[in-house]
């Protein structure tokens, strides 16, 4: 069952974007700065668009903390919006293959696109990206990390050896690597191909897509349930996870590589020890609909974004005539901003899972039932 709950408000031009995340325990030290750092990322990498250069986007918190902590009600941040003008943009009237245009006006018989695309708009993610943050203060709290960066661009990919399976000593390095990178990925030979990607894409009016890893270290094993199917976090993750815009696939572990392959080359035996330890992680740490102890490594594809300055063929809904798509002030390539907001995410589930799990009205709490389960999980091999 769900502990945590999120929800958000707000239009791409209007005033603000508002999120309401509840269920958090008491006590928890909200470090804003990370916040804002996290969503100064998301408006990172290369190939971004003039929108980048309008806002500065700072969280705000309206309830649901005292001196610095959380309080236990209803957590509200608040993410304002200088590029404010939603009453004077003109109207719509030629959708793009691809966005929301088109189907917003099937779903509420009009043809009002603007009404539709506001909140369709990428946009909505700086919400999801506070949240996230929020929540991986509260992972943080039991020694738990999230860790996301772009694996592929187009055609241009890491090796599948990078990074492998990742240690908790290896993730302040791996960090600073990503975080030098223009487009958050992890080799500078890399970075450089997809940095000629997004050069070239933008010279021809054309946009670009890729693919992002998340991984999830010091995880509780057991979160999650094989019970019901809305249950199984496997399920919750890859439904968080499409639900970016954009996102057309979700893999988990070895993903639709294991399709290819024999059983015996792709399920992680299981070796002696306490806790228990495996000889790969092919699953991507999660078995039945559950976590199994180890790394949760999953990946998420992003098509190339919608609006096109070479746009495509489409039809004037005022006319019923032939024409080009319409062009909403874009990005080239957003794959950067997409890793940040999937770590956000993941992390967002993931917490949600622990909470469930463990419990606790406090922090503290939190954290003594968290280690009293660890105990008894590290104990099931011990025979």
């Known amino acids: 069952m769900s ?24 006590g928890l030290e909200l470090d804003l700065g990370f916040i ?17 250069r309008i806002e500065t986007d700072r969280v705000e918190i309206s309830g649901g903390v005292r001196s610095g902590r959380t309080i236990g009600s209803p957590l509200c941040l608040v993410l304002r ?46 919400g999801r990206v506070a949240a996230g943050v929020v929540c991986r203060q509260l992972l943080r709290e039991v020694g738990c990390e999230v860790f996301g960066f772009v694996r592929s661009l187009e055609q241009v990919e890491l090796a599948p050896e990078c990074p492998g399976d990742v240690a908790m000593e290896e993730l302040s390095s791996l960090r600073a690597q990503r975080d030098a990178s223009r487009l958050y990925t992890l080799e500078p030979e ?45 399920a919750r993750l890859a439904a968080a996870v499409v639900s970016i815009p954009a996102f057309k696939g979700v893999e988990i572990g070895l993903g639709f590589e294991a399709a290819r392959r024999r059983g015996t080359a792709v399920h992680d035996e299981i070796l002696p020890g306490c806790p228990l330890e495996r000889g790969s992680n092919h ?85 003594a039932r968290f280690e009293d389960i660890r105990g008894q999980t590290d104990t099931i091999g011990a025979g």
């Open 81 to 126: 919006n200088k590029d404010e003008k939603i009453e004077e943009l003109p109207e719509p009237v030629r959708p793009r293959p691809g966005h929301a245009d088109l189907a917003g006006c099937y779903r509420y018989l009009d043809r009002d696109i603007r009404g539709t695309l506001e909140r369709a708009s990428a946009r909505e993610t700086v």
């Open 190 to 234: 890399v970075d450089s191909a997809m940095l000629a990607a997004v050069g070239e894409a933008g010279r021809d009016g054309d946009t670009v897509g890729g693919v992002v890893e998340v991984h999830v270290l010091g995880l509780l094993p057991g979160l999650g349930s094989c019970l019901q199917w809305q249950e199984r976090l496997d």
């Open 3 to 26: 502990k945590l709950s999120y929800r958000s408000a707000g239009e791409s031009h209007g005033s603000a974007i508002t999120v309401i995340l509840e269920g958090l325990p008491r």
């Open 283 to 367: 699953a991507g740490g999660l078995e039945g609909g559950m976590t199994n102890g180890q790394n949760l490594v999953l990946r998420g594809a992003m098509k190339p974004i919608s609006t096109l300055k070479k746009p495509l063929g489409s039809v004037d809904l005022a006319t019923g005539k032939a024409d080009a798509a319409g062009y909403e002030r874009s990005d080239v390539c957003a794959v950067s901003a997409a890793s940040v907001i999937a770590e956000a995410m993941v992390a967002l589930v993931v917490a949600d899972a622990l909470l469930a799990r463990v419990g606790g009205e406090t922090v503290a709490e939190f954290q």
């Open 36 to 52: 804002d750092a996290e969503l100064g990322r998301r408006q990172g990498g290369a190939g971004r668009g003039g929108r980048q």
